[in-house]
């Protein structure tokens, strides 16, 4: 599906993106650069359930335990990242499916599901701080620093190093979206959230789609989180975890567009440089400054961009794309005024 | 100590437990009944719901404290303030999305959630403030309850009993529910749903407003207070069915036992994963809510 030149033009931004920190080598522009690939990469895996109208205010937990299960087993039982980073996203994965299941076996869809997701990642931020005994609480978590090899340690003093393994996991994130978006899957997933009734009457086994999307979605994010943890080694539970995590994680998904793959990205690059300006030009008084303006932004932009920025550009240059409606609850449908 | 002396000592704090559950669920079913009666009429779920709680609880706090208003009298005034609110939320947020998707709805006041916790970051700090009112504790036997969770428990009921009155007695009430119904049917009867809309939206602002002025009593307040009850309000109306107000009642007092026996035996964060738990089985063996019928 992917033409030749738009080929060569990903080539050519690639090979720009990894050539770009052997050439540029400000510090502290290699650290915004770091922070907006994890967390573009953590927007595209929400957006890979949100695309099909999968709501999820759950990610905020997953991230959580990504980054907080990694870190324990590093302090705790001295384990590498290597294999505390599977355990996090394996336990992240059977958290999702323990919720996803009866939530997909029994229809609860729309307005439900988000309730329930938003009530897991609130459920995962109380857990954390409760059990500041060994999670240090609210006021956040430290891995502890490695005298030994620093590759098994995954920890690196310099940017460089972070930009690359950023970089990679983002294009990771990428290539999976693309991966999804010209499977089957894509298609089961559509039709799902135009109308689950006819999709399971076309042979579609909905649980199991909806199962497998939101499994990877989960895996990935609880990975972002544990890649986050790595990086700013400091981690507190309102920072990857809860109902404002997941929230930002929407709202960077609907600004940039939540139905093409760089939108996420697009998201990410506009709150990351928004709240940086925000600190830089409001200082310590920033606290609050940052969450106020994101706030009233998502209300605009659904408002009047529901599709985002890079989504709504797209549109402007092609216009016969079609978008899949994000709704899919049928009650509602039939009790709306004019639907 | 002998065995039974430890049993009796534990059926004591258990009786507490269970008594001091009840007392929560009267607060934590007035929650409820606000976002049911929102979603049962707009169809539209407010996930800032306890944003809209945690500013009257600092409305409460700088009425009582800082301006010296007695408490009697800041009440009502903080009622009305998150009356307010409510009905501007409605204008301004959801009025503009009626005809979109419900889960843009459901996502802007995600937006709301994030700039009333942050204004309040902003405007207050972050610091935890409580009103200083400090309630005798009324000894029953060998147990102790909190008039401050005793006043919220009959306070909620009242105001459930209010809201029933009004849902049932006056016209405006008449309509809302014939709304609830039916939607479009509505508008040709005459009936404003504009108007409407904006007084359910209202109403479930006072209710929230009226749950401000009891939780103050018992808890501090800070900007990121909502949270620590949003997410279990949330689990109520779904266990209850959404919309559904006898159901949203019901599970209340449920959940409320389970955070209040959890809390008996280690922290209340313990009791709220307790409440989470035993949330999933429910989903599994009543997916539609408690009072849904079979179909």
């Known amino acids: ?339 | 100590m002998g065995m039974q002396a430890l049993l009796d000592v534990f059926d004591i704090y258990l009786l507490e437990a269970v008594i001091n559950g009840i007392l929560l669920g009267g607060v934590l079913a007035l929650l409820a009944l606000g976002l049911n009666l929102i979603f049962g009429v707009i169809d539209v779920t407010w996930i800032c719901y306890a944003e809209l709680v945690m500013i009257g609880m600092y409305g409460m706090y700088f009425m009582v404290q800082y301006y010296g208003i007695s408490y009697f009298v800041a009440a009502p005034l903080t009622i009305l303030l998150v009356a307010v609110l409510g009905a501007a939320l409605h204008y301004l947020v959801i009025a503009p999305l009626l005809t979109a998707p419900p889960i843009n709805q459901l996502l802007a006041t995600g937006g709301v959630l994030f700039v009333l916790q942050s204004f309040a970051t902003v405007a207050f700090g972050i610091d935890f403030r409580n009103l200083g009112i400090r309630l005798p504790v009324l000894a029953f036997g060998d147990m102790n309850f909190s008039y401050a969770r005793l006043l919220s428990f009959v306070a909620a009921l009242v105001g459930m009993v209010a809201v029933y009155l009004f849902m049932t007695r006056t016209f405006t009430g008449t309509a809302i529910r014939a709304i609830s119904q039916d939607r479009q049917i509505m508008a040709l009867m005459g009936v404003d749903t504009k108007r409407i809309y904006l007084i359910t939206s209202a109403l479930g602002g006072a209710l929230a407003g009226l749950a401000a002025c009891l939780l103050v009593l018992q808890y501090d307040v800070h900007p990121f207070v909502g949270l620590s009850f949003g997410p279990i309000t949330f689990l109520i109306c779904v266990l209850g069915g959404l919309g559904n107000f006898i159901g949203g009642f019901i599970a209340a007092f449920v959940f409320a036992e389970i955070i209040s026996l959890g809390g008996l035996f280690s922290d209340l964060e313990w009791g709220y994963v307790l409440a989470f738990a035993f949330f999933i089985v429910m989903m599994f063996i009543r997916p539609a809510g408690l009072l849904a019928r079979r179909r």
């Open chain 1, 1 to 339: 599906m992917m033409g030749r030149g738009r080929l060569a033009a990903w080539g050519l931004g690639l090979a720009a993106l990894v050539a770009l920190p052997f050439v540029y080598r400000d510090p502290y522009h290699l650290h915004i650069l770091v922070l907006i690939l994890i967390w573009s990469f953590a927007y595209t895996s929400w957006s890979m359930m949100g695309r099909f109208g999968l709501v999820s205010l759950g990610h905020g937990g997953f991230m959580g335990i990504g980054a907080y299960v990694t870190a324990l087993l590093w302090n705790h039982l001295g384990l590498s990242p290597w294999i505390g980073i599977p355990i996090s996203m394996a336990a992240a994965g059977a958290l999702a499916l323990i919720v996803g299941y009866p939530c997909f076996r029994f229809r609860i869809t729309g307005h439900y599901f988000v309730l329930v997701t938003l009530a897991l990642s609130g459920i995962v931020l109380q857990v954390i701080t409760a059990t500041r005994d060994y999670t240090g609480g609210s006021l956040g978590y430290t891995p502890n620093r490695t005298s030994g090899n620093k590759l098994l340690a995954l920890q690196f003093d310099d940017k460089t190093t972070w930009y690359l393994i950023a970089l990679g996991v983002w294009l990771f994130g990428i290539v999976v979206w693309h991966w999804v978006d010209r499977s089957m899957a894509r298609y089961a997933l559509e039709a799902i959230s135009e109308d689950e009734d006819a999709a399971a009457a076309a042979g579609v086994d909905v649980t199991a789609e909806k199962l497998k999307i939101t499994l990877l979605s989960a895996l990935m994010t609880a990975l972002a989180g544990a890649i986050y943890c790595q990086y700013q080694m400091f981690i507190t539970p309102d920072t990857v975890s809860g109902i404002a995590v997941s929230l930002q994680m929407v709202f960077a998904a609907i600004v940039g567009g939540l139905f093409v793959s760089l939108g996420p990205t697009v998201g990410a690059i506009i709150t990351i440089l928004l709240a940086e300006t925000l600190r830089i030009g409001f200082g310590t008084q920033a606290v609050g400054w940052d969450n106020l303006v994101y706030g009233v932004l998502l209300v605009l932009f659904i408002i009047f961009l529901p599709k985002g920025i890079l989504g709504s550009l797209l549109d402007r240059l092609k216009p016969q794309r079609k978008v899949p409606r994000a709704h899919e609850q049928e009650a509602v449908q039939v009790a709306r005024p004019g639907a």
